[in-house]
């Protein structure tokens, strides 16, 4: 864990400026952001204990620290969330494959969206009929092949070739960061160790260290009967089994919202 606190924080440095948190920028700068010494000022810790820890080295830093270094370095709640997580200070979470009967039962009720049930490193769980209609059947698949980052980065590359299936890969590779199950969790460690050998374009997100939960994002694609649909990807959590449904919505009249009425009576006459 002090090797990916170290690489997190050495990132986040470089995309602070000086004018953005009200210092100003003197002498030449060599390399983007801020320097050590002045987040060490800025949080109110020792420059050399700072330097350590992007060193790798050094005590675990107390809440205290941690809550200084996230506003020094001005984090999002969900990159403060994956800091605290790093060095394993956020309450632990009992990760299941189990979907609950209720979420099931909320399942088929969105008879006419798609809608899936994912774990914190995005294997499919659980899929309705639409999902079904609008990705193909899941069952089908082997259990590696039913992994929404590995279809994308290593079944279908092409995907990563358009700027919204870019941005949406992006999301998804963010929110993995943001469970802060990596490197502790082994299931997440192969994966993405797997997915960076396969696919540079993975290794490059990965490397970038974005921290986000994945909520609200647009996803195109194209479909084989529907042709081109412009989609709006909703993800609701369910923190408790770290697991969350994503569901596939667009507004009703669009041409994308008749495409889904389209494939929710199509789907039920195959």
Not at 48 to 65: F, K, N, T
Request: charged share 30%; with cysteine.
């Amino acid at each position: 864990m002090r090797a990916e606190l170290a690489d997190f924080l050495r990132d986040r440095r470089s995309r602070v400026g000086p004018a953005d948190v009200g210092l100003e920028a003197r002498g030449g700068r060599r390399t983007p952001g801020l320097r050590r010494e002045e987040v060490a000022r800025l949080a109110g810790i020792s420059v050399d204990y700072y330097i350590r820890m992007e060193q790798g080295r050094g005590p675990r830093p107390s809440r205290q620290v941690l809550n200084a270094l996230a506003a020094a370095l001005r984090l999002s709640d969900d990159e403060r969330n994956y800091l605290f997580r790093l060095v394993g200070e956020a309450p632990s979470v009992v990760s299941s494959r189990e979907v609950p009967a209720s979420v099931l039962r909320l399942l088929e009720r969105f008879d006419d969206v798609p809608a899936l049930v994912l774990d914190v490193k995005y294997d499919i769980l659980a899929w309705n009929r639409m999902a079904v209609g609008l990705m193909g059947d899941f069952g089908r698949r082997s259990e590696k092949e039913r992994n929404m980052l590995w279809w994308m980065f290593c079944h279908r590359p092409s995907v990563l070739e358009t700027e919204h299936g870019r941005r949406f890969a992006k999301s998804c590779v963010a929110s993995v960061r943001a469970a802060g199950r990596y490197p502790g969790d082994p299931g997440v460690r192969a994966l993405v160790d797997e997915l960076g050998e396969r696919n540079p374009a993975f290794a490059e997100m990965w490397a970038a260290h974005e921290v986000q939960v994945q909520r609200s994002t647009p996803k195109r694609g194209v479909h084989p009967v529907f042709g081109e649909l412009e989609l709006d990807c909703e993800v609701l959590l369910i923190p408790e089994l770290d697991q969350r449904l994503m569901f596939f919505t667009a507004p009703e009249g669009s041409p994308t919202g008749k495409a889904l009425q389209e494939l929710r009576n199509w789907d039920r006459q195959t």
